[in-house]
């Protein structure tokens, strides 16, 4: 009960957000992957009690693939006073590799839950799925990421 008492209190309007994320951990999955690892920056706003506005930038190498360099923006909505949440955005991907280049537009939904380990830290394990627009079958990835989140 104290948890949902430190939780609500931090999904209020005005309040701030940063967040760090290991993204796939060899959990993602596509069709031409190998082993991949990334790490993400995020950054958002409550704009009203439990809905954030976030914007946010990805690294990511992949062994038997393309490289990607993403940035983003979207929304989350915290669908209990105990951190559980669901977010949708939209990511600009350049993909690359030596030999190609590909230029994406993903949209990202994703469902995740903010444990929190104090009043204003978090540890945030979510499933996300980025929906390629161009070529779905060979670019959209579902995956997992960690991240440890600040509220402020």
């Not at 958002?44 to 490289?67: C, I, R, S, T």
Request: glycine residues 12%; negative net charge; contains cysteine.
């Amino acid at each position: 009960m104290i948890s949902c008492i430190n939780a609500h209190a931090q999904f209020e309007e005005g309040k701030w957000y940063l967040n760090t994320s290991l993204t796939g951990l060899n959990l993602s999955h596509s069709k031409y992957e190998g082993t991949n690892f990334g790490f993400q920056v995020g950054s958002g706003a409550f704009v009203v009690d439990n809905l954030m506005v976030l914007v946010n930038f990805k690294g990511e190498y992949v062994e038997h693939g393309m490289d990607e360099t993403s940035v983003g923006a979207g929304a989350r909505y915290y669908l209990s006073n105990c951190g559980l949440y669901g977010g949708l955005g939209l990511a600009y991907k350049h993909l690359s590799n030596s030999v190609n280049r590909k230029d994406l537009v993903c949209l990202t939904p994703e469902l995740g839950y903010a444990f929190f380990l104090n009043g204003t830290i978090t540890v945030e394990p979510a499933v996300y799925y980025d929906l390629s627009f161009s070529n779905c079958s060979e670019y959209s990835k579902l995956g997992f990421k960690i991240g440890f989140g600040f509220y402020f």
